[in-house]
């Protein structure tokens, strides 16, 4: 149960064992919730609803090797590896997460499973150059309290060549309330305070942490991490969503932007 909601320093043990606990146990309420929109084979890059079929953020192609890290179920990684032909591994921090992917693989029939690994995103169990593509939507970079450490890990399994791509909530974003309505429209806190978002339990021990960083600070940790930045696409909010998932909403999303997506390329 959630005791109180503020913004304090979370440093990175408290934050994954958070973050692990909290999704390990709203694995299913969060399927079902979202599952609909998501789709079991789909790839969703955030709340708005833009798919990679429509963006091709990753130029991926058949054979390539992909790794998607904070992946959940794994609909993204299962999208690449059935309509693309990539040979993909689905990883994530929260085994709920990937047992519902386990679930998924199991009602589609055996031909449709694809490798999920449980692990930390920060120590990847993949040597160096392993991979083509390297991409999250959504996972793992607001849920680490070193995002910078983040990229350099994912830039370290990233062949020279090859591409990194992520989704996360757009910067703007913690300036305003989480609110889909009017009440998400007004500035409440400072866009430049990166004091992390903490929720507690009774006893005082952080139940859930989110980690924010300005358009700035993505944008540097991505460059200190040796990649080359290609591409910065706020998404905006397309008509045909009339849907309200947590605090966007078509009202938010056709006046300020809710997501951010950054691709990198690693040179040769």
């Not at 959630?2 to 694995?27: F, L």
């Not at 890059?45 to 130029?59: I, N």
């Not at 031909?111 to 991979?131: M, S, V, Y």
Request: charged share 20%; hydrophobic share 40%; proline share 6%.
């Amino acid at each position: 149960m959630t005791g109180s909601v503020g913004r304090r320093p979370s440093d990175p043990h408290e934050t994954a064992s958070a973050n692990r606990t909290w999704w390990d146990a709203q694995a299913q309420d969060y399927y079902a919730e979202h599952g609909a929109f998501l789709g079991d084979t789909d790839f969703v890059w955030g709340p708005e609803g833009w798919t990679e079929h429509e963006l091709q953020v990753l130029d991926s192609a058949p054979g390539q090797r992909v790794l998607e890290v904070g992946a959940g179920a794994g609909q993204c990684s299962r999208w690449l590896a059935h309509h693309i032909g990539c040979d993909v591994i689905a990883t994530d921090l929260s085994i709920g997460m990937l047992r519902r992917g386990q679930q998924i693989d199991r009602d589609a029939g055996a031909g449709a499973r694809i490798p999920l690994a449980q692990c930390d995103a920060l120590a990847l169990p993949f040597g160096d150059g392993t991979f083509d593509r390297v991409f999250t939507a959504y996972g793992a970079v607001p849920f680490v309290a070193d995002s910078g450490a983040l990229m350099r890990e994912l830039a370290r399994v990233l062949r020279p060549g090859g591409r990194l791509a992520f989704a996360t909530s757009h910067p703007l974003r913690w300036a305003f309330p989480d609110d889909p309505g009017p009440g998400g429209l007004t500035v409440r806190q400072s866009y430049f305070d990166t004091t992390p978002y903490v929720e507690m339990g009774t006893d005082g021990r952080a139940t859930y942490v989110e980690h924010h960083r300005t358009m700035e600070q993505r944008v540097a940790e991505v460059v200190e991490a040796g990649l080359t930045l290609t591409a910065l696409r706020e998404l905006p909010w397309p008509e045909r969503n009339r849907l309200v998932w947590g605090g966007w909403s078509p009202l938010r999303g056709e006046l300020i932007p809710g997501t951010v997506v950054i691709v990198a390329d690693k040179q040769v």
